[in-house]
Every structure is written in structure tokens, then in C-alpha cells.
């Protein structure tokens, strides 16, 4: 069981959706693969979320997602009063959005899953300039490695 928070879950599934792109070892593989399908649910739950919240404060339909509310525009004959109170009321309907996402992605979530062993990213090639030496290299770039952590073990 890997207990994280959403937002660490959601930066996982991005990361290992590029790594499952890369050519490895099968068993990496199949494992990547289905943790992909684990973290892709917690995905789709904060897509639901994210949609339902943006709708409750005034957002618009977009496609099979949400826009935030739009920022008011000045009406014909609107006072500077009126229009600043929708302006405000705007400003704090954002902060208010904002708010709520921070406190989603800092939800714990627990995926049912064990990590996977470091040593299966890795893959040992011959080096370009002598042959006879073996070079090991891995699937895992340093970019994604701070967003996979969680999900790897060193044995």
C-alpha cells in the first residue's frame, strides 16, 4: 500500500505515462502499466472534482470539462460601484476556487500497489566507444524521478 497525496498521485501518473512510452524490460512494463490504470483513477476522480467545483461557482461547460467563471466586463450604464462589487465578488469566488483545489490535492490517497523495484528501469548496454564495456541505463529520467519516488524501491 503507497499512501501519497493527490497531487503527488496525479504528477505520478503524468510521469509514468511517459516512462510506459519507453522501450523496457517487460516485467517494468507490465508493472508500470498497471499502476498506470490505478493512478488513472485517482486522475479521473480530480477531473470529476475539478469540473463539479468550477460549475458550483459559475464556470462554464467546456467540452467534457469546465472553464472557470468568467471575469465580468463592464455593462453599458453600469456604475463604478456595481461593477466594482461584481469585481470583487469575482476576485473572491477565485480565491475561494483556489482555496478548495489546494485542499483537494492535499488530500492522502492510498494506492494499492507495492513500489517497483528500481533496478527494473535499468537496462545494460554496450558502450558506443568500446563494446566491451557494458553501460547501464534507465528509463527514469531525473525529471520524473522526483514525481515517481513514492512508487520505487531500491533493493
Not at 460549475?55 to 461593477?83: I, M, N
Not at 466594482?84 to 500497489?113: C, G, H, N, P, S
Request: hydrophobic fraction near 40%.
Amino acid at each position: 500500500m503507497i499512501e501519497v497525496k493527490l497531487s503527488e498521485a496525479i504528477s505520478a501518473h503524468r510521469a509514468f505515462t511517459r516512462i510506459g512510452e519507453a522501450d523496457m524490460h517487460p516485467t517494468a512494463a507490465y508493472r508500470v502499466g498497471r499502476l498506470i490504470a490505478k493512478l488513472r483513477s485517482e486522475q479521473l476522480a480530480y477531473q470529476d472534482a475539478h469540473v463539479k467545483l468550477l460549475k458550483s461557482k459559475g464556470g462554464e461547460s467546456v467540452g467534457g470539462g469546465a472553464a472557470p467563471p468568467p471575469e465580468p466586463v463592464r455593462e453599458k450604464d453600469e456604475s463604478d460601484d456595481a461593477f466594482a462589487a461584481r469585481e470583487a465578488a469575482y476576485k473572491t469566488t477565485m480565491v475561494e476556487i483556489a482555496d478548495e483545489l489546494v485542499t483537494l490535492m492535499e488530500q492522502t490517497v492510498k494506492i494499492d500497489y507495492d513500489p517497483i523495484p528500481l533496478k527494473l528501469f535499468e537496462k545494460t548496454e554496450p558502450d558506443a566507444s568500446d563494446p566491451k564495456v557494458k553501460v547501464v541505463k534507465s528509463n527514469l529520467k531525473p525529471n520524473d524521478m522526483a514525481d515517481v519516488l513514492p512508487f520505487i524501491k531500491e533493493e
